[in-house]
């Protein structure tokens, strides 16, 4: 309490001795230069001697927005310990109380004049020369040497700016140097910038937060509709918004956002007691395996085998809304799922669960079989005429909310208790909804008089309702308890947009999750690793991390690549782990895939979900392999073992490699060369060469051929078979391999010489021992050639992968 009175005391000596044009804030790195109009002269590195304001346009420390228009301050005053900055145009003065800690200045507004009157505020934007690494998120820009940062401390205090009336922030592409030529090299050219608390400007950055004052109704764009209700919402607006602005060394900056958040009550969660920001484990990977009570034990086993500490189920629930489980999996419900969580954690593996934040499905009680009257709403008309139980044209006094129909994918209005879909609007008055179907999703056609109320319900393409705000709060309430009750331990708040549904944008998602985060029973709290699907400033607190990067679109190696590289980037700008998104394992996911992924891991010092079914690890026969594989190098990157030099090779996703262990925290890091070229069976002349060649780089020492040969068949042939198949080094030294393939079957030729013959799925089906000869790799440049006979209709073609092997590296955790 002394030393919070003595700081208090110090700022006012500052302030009162301050020079007749400026006044001035200082931290132990960091001095803030305010003149008499209340604009930024100064924003200065006191170590470094440099300074980092910007002067090429104007920067207001606040501004105002006013019938549309915004308004700079034209006056400031100092009176005891605050700022009283004057809008003389509109008779508004606000007051600011400022407070200075030994790393940080903190700023509240405390009163506002006519606050009616003021559309929002906003902090800034401060315009800075820094223009090296982007915090969009976290709100900080930094170099080399100094950090200069923006946090909002409180919910309503959001960051960006309020380009857009819905608050929903921007996200927008920047490419640095040339365009983004392709997924291999190219990634690294461009930046995905997500929200606007720290922005890229043409000389420099911009820090910036705000505040909207939503006290009446408005009527914006939203969510693909050009007319949205947004209802009143009631949280002081403006008054008791409050920022902190820092400047810092940019090494310690992470550590001092750490002590922000805890003097200022912010999230500050933690993991085993070290905050999640800076904790190993908030980049574990995780198995994703829709597990029941049943088959809870191969779960955990699979997990164990793993090396995972944590088994997550991809889709538990029966309904969204009140978040009930499907009965045939967890039979007591939410008792089912507790007694789930008891029985890992007793095996040292923790529970988590996916959820879609506040999507509301038409099952759930929130809809059926009565309607909850906090499903959100696009807007409101009336009934032009009484409607009888069943009519199935409605007539309404104005169609604006109900003929937007982009973003339209129930079709369905509310009146009281009853649901109604309709098919279209009429073009012309008077307005109709035609091809009604009453009753709709289990709910009771009523009969309603002239002058009742009608909602266009908002919903989502995923063929579900939403909340409002009210309804959000009552879902995240909900889902906080389901953690109390059950002890899971980790969550993915995927669907966050869903709450853009009340018209309030990032404060909306950043509202959800803190209700989650605030309803926590305290053994719980802050200890829950939890991402999203959709980040924002106020949540750079609460997310442990965030996890794109989805597995659906394309191969093991493909879908979504260049998106989970770019987000790497993401990560490091925002001070947040590493995440390399989901990938799906499938009867035919190979070994050497899996290597692929680990490696990016290792290389991006970055966690993933490994998301499989019980089918697809039974019917693959590598999948003890592939879990062994997880273990070893999970382990090697958790405890650190690889150096800056092989992460910086294994970023690169051209290069391979393999990881065997080698005794106690020890491993063999293996490099490959790896080649790739397809033979296809098509017509060709008579006598024209029936090969396929390329020319191929060894950088390794000589060493003997290994290969990969697959038989990849027409669309919809599968009467297939490729034999005689001949590999070609050098044009000289010719291999024929001993087998013929069918459909999708693949041969490998082995280190150590065996020959072996897998389905599609790589069970084995026969390993050929004692080559008399195989072809040798030169050192350096090599052609490769590759023939075969094909009985089968063109279309067909054999996938032929060559590799070469470089010198072993021994990697330890002991070492670092």
């Known amino acids: 309490m002394k030393k919070r009175c003595l700081i208090t005391f110090l700022l006012c000596l500052v302030m ?25 002269n100064s924003l200065f590195d006191k170590d470094n001697k440099v300074e980092y304001h910007s002067g090429d346009q104007p920067s207001p420390f606040l501004r105002i927005r006013v019938s549309g228009k915004v308004l700079f301050p034209e006056k400031m005053e100092v009176q005891s310990d605050r700022l009283i900055l004057t809008f003389p145009q509109e008779d508004i003065r606000i007051e600011i109380q400022p407070k200075a800690y030994s790393n940080y200045l903190s700023f509240e507004i405390v009163s506002i004049s006519n606050m009616h009157k003021v559309d929002w505020v906003v902090w800034g934007p401060f315009p800075t020369t820094i223009r090296e690494i982007i915090g969009e998120a976290v709100g900080v ?12 401390l409180n919910v309503k205090t959001l960051g960006g700016y309020p380009d857009a009336e819905s608050d929903i922030e921007p996200a927008y592409d920047i490419f640095e140097t040339g365009d983004l030529v392709d997924v291999d090299a190219g990634w690294r050219n461009k930046k995905f910038y997500r929200g606007q608390t720290a922005k890229v400007s043409e000389n420099g950055s911009l820090l910036q937060a705000y505040s909207r004052n939503r006290n009446k109704d408005r009527i914006i764009a939203n969510v693909g509709h050009n007319r949205y209700l947004a209802p009143a919402f009631e949280d002081g607006g403006p008054l008791g918004s409050k920022i902190a602005l820092f400047g810092s060394p940019s090494k310690l900056v992470l550590d001092l956002i750490g002590k922000i958040e805890i003097q200022e009550g912010l999230p500050h969660p933690l993991i085993d007691g070290e905050w999640a920001k800076k904790s190993r484990k908030a980049t574990s990977s995780y198995l994703i395996l829709d597990f029941t009570v049943e088959n809870l034990d191969r779960a955990i086993e699979f997990t164990q085998k793993a090396g995972l500490e944590y088994l997550y189920h991809g889709g538990p629930f029966q309904n969204w809304g009140h978040f009930d489980l499907k009965k045939e999996s967890f039979p007591d419900n939410w008792k089912s799922l507790k007694a789930c969580v008891d029985r890992a954690r007793q095996k040292g593996v923790q529970l988590g ?14 809809v059926t079989p009565k309607p909850h009257p906090g499903l959100a709403k696009v807007g409101f008309s009336s009934l032009a005429k009484p409607l009888t139980r069943e009519e199935n044209v409605i007539h309404i006094e104005s169609p604006d909310f109900f003929n937007q129909m982009e973003n339209n994918s129930l079709q369905a209005v509310q009146i009281g208790d009853e649901i109604i879909r309709y098919r279209s609007v009429s073009p012309e008055a008077p307005w109709r909804l035609e091809g009604c179907l009453r009753g709709a999703y289990g709910t009771e056609p009523q009969a309603y008089s002239e002058g009742t109320s009608i909602g266009k319900l908002m919903d989502h393409a995923y063929q579900v309702f939403l909340g409002d705000a009210d309804l959000s709060e009552e879902m995240a309430i909900t889902l906080a308890r389901l953690f109390n009750e059950t002890g899971l331990k980790q969550v993915s708040f995927d669907g966050l947009e869903g709450t853009w549904s009340t018209g309030m944008g990032q404060y909306a998602r950043s509202l959800f999750t803190k209700t989650w985060f605030d309803h926590l029973n305290a053994d719980l709290q802050g200890k829950v690793i939890n991402d999203a699907s959709n980040p924002s400033h106020f949540n750079w607190h609460i997310s442990t991390r965030y996890n794109w ?29 590493a995440m390399l998104g989901w990938f799906s ?27 499989l079914s019980f089918d697809a690890v039974e019917r693959n026969g590598q999948s003890a392999a592939i879990f062994e594989a997880i273990r070893n190098w999970e382990r090697a990157r958790m ?81 297939v078979k490729a034999s005689k198949i001949t590999l070609t080094v050098n044009q000289f030294y010719a291999l024929e391999i001993p087998v013929s393939l069918k459909a999708n079957q693949q041969v490998k030729l082995m280190e150590n010489g065996d020959l072996v ?38 279309g067909a073609a054999l996938k032929v992968e060559i590799k070469s092997q470089g010198p072993d590296e021994t990697v330890s955790a002991m070492d670092r």
Do not use: C
């Open 757 to 794: 013959l897998y389905d599609k799925y790589w069970q084995k089906l026969e390993v050929i021992s004692g080559l008399e000869v195989i072809p040798e790799l030169e050192n350096g440049e090599n052609e490769l050639s590759v023939t075969a006979d094909f009985e089968a209709a063109p």
């Open 639 to 719: 405890t650190g073992a690889f150096t800056a030099g092989q992460k910086s090779r294994m970023q690169d996703i051209q290069n391979e490699f393999s990881l065997v262990p080698e005794g106690s925290e020890k491993w063999k890091l293996i490099p490959y060369q790896i080649g790739r070229m397809e033979h296809p069976h098509i017509l060709k002349q008579p006598g024209e060469p029936l090969q396929t060649s390329i020319h191929w780089e060894n950088p390794y020492a000589s060493q003997p051929l290994q290969f990969l040969i697959s038989l990849v068949p027409a669309s919809g042939e599968s009467v």
């Open 549 to 577: 990067g989805e597995p659906w679109y394309a191969g093991f190696r493909e879908s979504q690549t260049n998106y989970r590289l770019m987000n790497q980037d993401f990560y490091q700008r925002n001070l947040l782990p």
């Open 141 to 152: 820009v930094r170099n080399d040497d100094f950090a200069i940062g923006i946090q909002a």
């Open 16 to 40: 009162a001795a301050s020079f007749a044009q400026e006044t001035t804030f200082e931290t132990s790195n960091f001095r803030l230069l305010l003149d008499q109009q209340g604009h930024v």
């Open 585 to 611: 394992m499938r009867p035919e996911t190979s070994l050497e895939d899996t290597e692929w992924l680990l490696a990016r891991a290792a290389g991006f010092d970055a966690g993933f979900a490994f998301n």
């Open 353 to 366: 669960v996916h959820t879609l934040s506040n999507f509301i499905s038409t099952d759930d009680p929130y």
